[in-house]
Each structure stands twice: as C-alpha cells, then as structure tokens.
C-alpha cells in the first residue's frame, strides 16, 4: 500500500498483466511513478492499462520510452488524460512517433486547460519544422511547461527558430533539450538573440548540434549547455 515506484521497463508485459496493472493503478494511492518502457505493449492491453490510469488519483510521472507505441495508442493516452489531470510528467522518448503520432498529446495541452503537465519528453520521435509550428501555438498560449525535452529530433535550423521565438516571451518554461536536431551556427546564433530575452528560461541544452568551435565557444555558458 505504500509503493511510491513502480519499474517494469523491459519485462515484455503482456495483456493479461497490463489488466492486472489496470486493476492496481484504479486502485492505488500512493504510487507517484510508473515505468513501462523498452517492450512492445500490445494495443489491446495498452487499452485497458488506460481505463485504470484514468481513474488513478495518486500517479504523477509515466515512463513510456521505446514502448513501440504509435498514433492510435497515443490518441488512446491523449484521451486518458482528459480525465487524469494529475500526472505531470510525460515521456514518449524514443518511439518515433513522427508529427502526426504526437499530435494528440498538443492537442491535450493547447484544449484542456486543468491539465497538469508540466515535464514533456519527445526525444527521438522523428519530428520536424512542421512540429515545431504547431509547438509554437501551444507555447504562444502561456500553457504551464517547466521542461521540454525535443533532442534527436529533425527540428533543423527552422524548427528550432520557430520554437525559440515563441519562448522569447514565455513565462513558464525553464528549461528545453535541443541536443542533436541538425542546428547549424545560423540556426544557433537565432535561437540565441531569442532565448537571450527569457529570464525564466534558465537552461537551454543545444550544444551537441552541427555548431562550429567558435561559435560554441561565443555561447553564455550558465545558460546554454
């Protein structure tokens, strides 16, 4: 009864035992993190495992990385969630999702205003400058993100400028990893001008980008990593 985390990650569950997790979460209290990552969750099991996360009280961090989750089970989570307005922490890292597959999860956060999500990880799900118009949107309207993760992703020098001159005026945002999203001195030099306003905004991680040595160099070190 006093279980407060939860590490399943890699033990290939099947639907059955995602049956079984939904019967504990509609019942638990205590447990505050929940790790499902790295196996295949079957979609049919997946299902169920959301009727109890819907209805659980207590969780407030979910790990789903490398779940080889996709569009449909995603808009199944993004719905869960309407009715979960605690869990603040999110991770789909790695899952490839591409823009279309992370689509509901924005759409969560740009329609539901009781949402508590605040800690976002998309890292390495495939997206794009396309991505990132829509991400401005959200950022735009001042929804409460303390921290977005979009490393090893295809942002590219727009998509990165696209974002940070959304973040420019945001006042929620502390922090953001744009590590390895192919960023050149030009891309980086923009962000920069832009994040450069942010007060809030306390740690930007961008150096591992296709940036030259003198540029790096030129970067305020306490606030871009």
């Known amino acids: 009864n006093s279980l407060e985390i939860l590490n399943l990650s890699g033990n290939r569950i099947s639907t059955n035992g995602l049956a079984s997790l939904a019967k504990i979460l509609a019942k638990a209290e205590t447990l505050l993190e929940l790790k499902l990552g790295d196996q295949h969750l079957e979609p049919k099991g997946f299902k169920i495992f959301l009727e109890g996360l819907e209805v659980n009280k207590s969780l407030t961090s979910l790990d789903l990385p490398n779940a080889h989750l996709d569009s449909a089970t995603v808009k199944l989570l993004a719905k ?10 999110l991770n789909l890292s790695n899952n490839n999702l591409g823009n279309k597959g992370i689509t509901p999860i924005l759409n969560l956060l740009k329609k539901n205003e009781k949402q508590s999500l605040n800690n976002l990880d998309l890292s390495g799900n495939g997206l794009d400058r396309y991505f990132a118009v829509f991400l401005a949107r959200i950022i735009n309207k001042n929804y409460p993100l303390r921290f977005l993760n979009l490393s090893n992703n295809c942002l590219g020098d727009l998509g990165v400028t696209i974002i940070a001159k959304a973040l420019a005026n945001h ?7 744009l590590n390895n999203n192919n960023v050149t001195d030009i891309g980086g030099f923009l962000l920069t001008e832009y994040l450069t306003r942010n007060k809030q905004l306390t740690e930007v991680y961008i150096k591992t980008n296709l940036f030259s040595d003198e540029f790096k160099s030129s ?3 306490e606030k871009f990593l």
Do not use: E, V
């Open 80 to 89: 869960s969630l309407i009715k979960n307005t605690r869990l603040a922490r």
């Open 171 to 177: 006042n929620f945002i502390t922090g953001i990893d």
């Open 219 to 221: 970067l305020p070190q």
